[in-house]
């Protein structure tokens, strides 16, 4: 695994993190499509949440087309894909104990869902 260095730290903050890109990329969903959070596991970098892998949400809306943040923290290039506000309710996550007046939003690339 890599690990980053003090010395590197100000040259990997001035290539960006996720940021939009002007790419011509289809999205793969739309608002109020079913989706499910991949159940992946990799061994870098994500920001797929654990508790939210292999569970079932609704696309609320299309941010456009970003830099894929787990491609791009390992310098495997920018890899532009559709980034999404995905509604999952709390019970969905956390089981039946949680509110069910609760809901999460949470921002997940295409890489990250499949239709449910």
């Known amino acids: 695994m890599r690990v980053l260095k003090a010395a590197d730290v100000e040259r990997v903050l001035r290539k960006g993190g996720a940021h939009r890109?002007?790419?011509?990329?289809?999205?793969?969903?739309?608002a109020g499509d079913r989706v499910r959070a991949r159940n992946i596991?990799?061994?870098?970098?994500?920001?797929?949440?654990?508790?939210?892998?292999?569970?079932?949400?609704?696309?609320?809306?299309d941010y456009g087309v970003f830099v894929f943040p787990d491609t791009h923290?390992?310098?495997q290039g920018p890899k532009p894909q559709h980034l999404y506000s995905v509604r999952f309710t709390a019970r969905t996550l956390w089981g039946p104990e949680a509110s069910a007046a609760d809901v999460i939003y949470?921002?997940?690339?295409?890489?990250?869902?499949?239709?449910a």
């Open 41 to 61: 596991n990799p061994l870098g970098h994500t920001r797929l949440p654990r508790y939210a892998r292999g569970r079932e949400g609704v696309v609320d809306r």
């Open 73 to 75: 923290a390992l310098g």
């Open 21 to 30: 890109v002007a790419a011509d990329v289809a999205p793969r969903f739309k």
């Open 106 to 115: 949470m921002d997940l690339w295409d890489d990250y869902l499949d239709l």
